[in-house]
C-alpha cells in the first residue's frame, strides 16, 4: 500500500517591483517608504537637472536620493536629463508656467523614461511622491490624469499618498498592494507628510522639496535669450547661464563677467579654445568669457564692458590682456563705456 500524498501548500505570491522616481526629497521618500512597508521590492530612479537649485558635487537632490536609497537598502540609478530634455524645455507641447518651466511635459518626459527603464528591470509598476493639488500645473486632477495617459503607463502609475483620491490602480487591483494602507493627502502643506515621516519613524528626512531655476526672474531672460540665439544647444551653454553678469553683444557672441573670485576661476577653466578670455592687466578684477567668433569690433565692445566693471580711471585708456586659441595679446581701450549701453546689452 502506497503512502498518501504529502499535502499541497499553495505558493507563496511572486514578490512586486516598483521602480520609484526619487527625487530625494520628503514626499518621494515617504512614498518608497510606504511600499517597502507593504513588502514591495523598490529599485530607485533619479534625474539629474541643469536646472536645480540645489545641485551640487556634495549635496542636493542626487546626493539626498542616494543617501535615502542607501538608507532603505535599496538600488538606486541616476540618470541625467540631456539635450533631448533641452528640447522640451524649447518647445513644450503643454505650454510653460508663470516662468519657462514646462511642468506638464517634464513629467511626461521623467515617466516616459521610467517606463522604459521598467521594461528593462522587468519591474511590475511605478511609484510617485506626487500629491493631488500640491504644485498648480502638474498635480492638478486633469493634469495627472493627461501626464499618466501621454506616458504611456495608464493604470501602472501609483501615488501611495494621494492614491485613495483617484481610481484604484492596476497594482491595486491585482491585490499587488492594500488599498487600504495607501493615503489621501491633499493640497499644498506639508503637515501630513511631516507627521507621517515622524510616524515612520524617518528621523532624517530630507528637504520637502528642491527649486527650479525655469521659475526664477533672473534666470529665465538668459534662458531666453539663449534659445532665441542658439539653434544647436549644447548642456556648456546651459551650465554657463549658472555663473556671471550676461551680457549680448550680437546674435553669435555673448559676454559672461566673473562676479567674484570662484566665479573668476571656474571661467577661465571652462573656456574652450575657440573662445576668447578678457582680463584686466593693470588691476584686479572680472574674467570675461567671450563666446562667438573672431571679430574686432565685438572684442572691442567687450573690453569696454570688462573694463566697466573694474577699477580702472574712467576716460582713461587701460589694458586688456586677450587669450584665445592658445595664444595672447594686449588691447588697449578706453574706459568710456556709458552705464545705459551697458544696461541695455545686459540679460
Known amino acids: 500500500m502506497s503512502n498518501p500524498p504529502y499535502p499541497q501548500h499553495p505558493a507563496a505570491p511572486p ?71 533641452l528640447e522640451i524645455v524649447r518647445a513644450p507641447r503643454f505650454g510653460y508656467g508663470k516662468g519657462l518651466n514646462p511642468c506638464i511635459d517634464c513629467r511626461i518626459f521623467l515617466l516616459q523614461k521610467a517606463g522604459e527603464f521598467l521594461r528593462e528591470t522587468g519591474a511590475d509598476f511605478v511609484i510617485t511622491g506626487e500629491v ?127 562676479r567674484d573670485e570662484r566665479e573668476n576661476d571656474l571661467l577661465a577653466a571652462v573656456a574652450r579654445p575657440e573662445d576668447t578670455v578678457l582680463l584686466w592687466q593693470d588691476g584686479t578684477g572680472p574674467c570675461g568669457l567671450l563666446t562667438g567668433p573672431e571679430d574686432p569690433a565685438v572684442l572691442d565692445l567687450a573690453a569696454a564692458l570688462l573694463l566697466h566693471h573694474t577699477k580702472a580711471t574712467p576716460r582713461e585708456e587701460s589694458r586688456v590682456l586677450v587669450r584665445h586659441n592658445g595664444h595672447e595679446k594686449t588691447v588697449s581701450r578706453m574706459n568710456d563705456l556709458e552705464r545705459e549701453a551697458v544696461t541695455a546689452l545686459r540679460l
Open 15 to 85: 514578490q512586486r517591483t516598483a521602480v520609484a522616481l526619487l527625487s530625494g526629497g520628503l514626499d518621494s521618500t515617504l512614498a518608497v517608504k510606504l511600499m517597502l512597508e507593504q513588502g514591495i521590492r523598490v529599485v530607485a530612479l533619479n534625474f539629474t537637472s541643469p536646472f536645480c537649485t540645489c545641485t551640487s558635487k556634495s549635496s542636493g537632490c542626487k546626493s539626498e536620493a542616494v543617501r535615502v536609497a542607501q538608507e532603505f537598502n535599496i538600488p538606486i540609478t541616476v540618470k541625467n536629463k540631456g539635450i533631448d530634455y
Open 132 to 258: 493631488l493639488g500640491q504644485r498648480p500645473m502638474s498635480q492638478r486632477r486633469d493634469a495627472l490624469l493627461r501626464i499618466e495617459q501621454e506616458s504611456g503607463l495608464a493604470g501602472l502609475i501609483l501615488r501611495p499618498l494621494s492614491a485613495r483620491h483617484f481610481e484604484p490602480t492596476i497594482p491595486e487591483n491585482e491585490g499587488w498592494v492594500d488599498r487600504e494602507k495607501l493615503l489621501a493627502i491633499e493640497g499644498r502643506s506639508r503637515k501630513e507628510q511631516i507627521q507621517l515621516a515622524e510616524e515612520l519613524d524617518l528621523g532624517n528626512y530630507p528637504c520637502p522639496a528642491g527649486g527650479c531655476m525655469l521659475t526664477e526672474p533672473l534666470f529665465v531672460p538668459k534662458l531666453k535669450d539663449l534659445f532665441e540665439q542658439c539653434d544647436q544647444l549644447e548642456m556648456f551653454d546651459i551650465k554657463l547661464l549658472k555663473t556671471g553678469r550676461h551680457f549680448r553683444l550680437s546674435p553669435r557672441h555673448k559676454l559672461v563677467l566673473g
